[in-house]
Nanobody, 126 residues
Framework: QVQLVGSGGGSVQAGGSLRLSCAASTNINSRYCMGWFRQAPGKEREGVAA????????SYADPVKGRFTISQDNAKNTVYLQMNGLKPEDTAMYYC???????????????????RGQGTQVTVSS
């Protein structure tokens, strides 16, 4: 069973950048779909981005398209979320998550992935 450790959150001003990392305890190449979801206080969990296990297909939520990029380094068993042009509405706890193959990269499914990290806080000030 894969263990995930998320990191890289912090406080930035609007327009700034952060890179979140998610280190997996086992080989994820072609074995897991990987994704990020977020949850702000008082709001529902929201799938942000995902990357497919075999094809590497990516999916992004509309609010982050063109600003966030998900990538995967199989040599390091690590998934990244590069976040540029951050906005105050991006403020949330961010969680990485994994779903073993066969898996889906649909955004609604990401918060339901069976494996997730502990969360890393992102705060964007205006």
């Amino acid at each position: 069973q894969v263990q995930l450790v998320g990191s890289g959150g912090g406080s930035v001003q609007a327009g700034g950048s952060l890179r979140l990392s998610c280190a997996a305890s086992t080989n994820i190449n072609s074995r897991y779909c990987m994704g990020w979801f977020r949850q702000a206080p008082g709001k529902e969990r929201e799938g942000v981005a995902a990357i497919g296990a075999v094809t590497g297909k990516t999916s992004y939520a509309d609010p982050v398209k063109g600003r966030f990029t998900i990538s995967q380094d199989n040599a390091k068993n690590t998934v990244y979320l590069q976040m540029n042009g951050l906005k105050p509405e991006d403020t949330a706890m961010y969680y990485c998550a994994a779903d073993p193959v066969p898996c889906l990269v649909t955004l609604d499914h990401i918060p339901e992935y069976p494996h997730r990290g502990q969360g890393t806080q992102v705060t964007v000030s205006s």
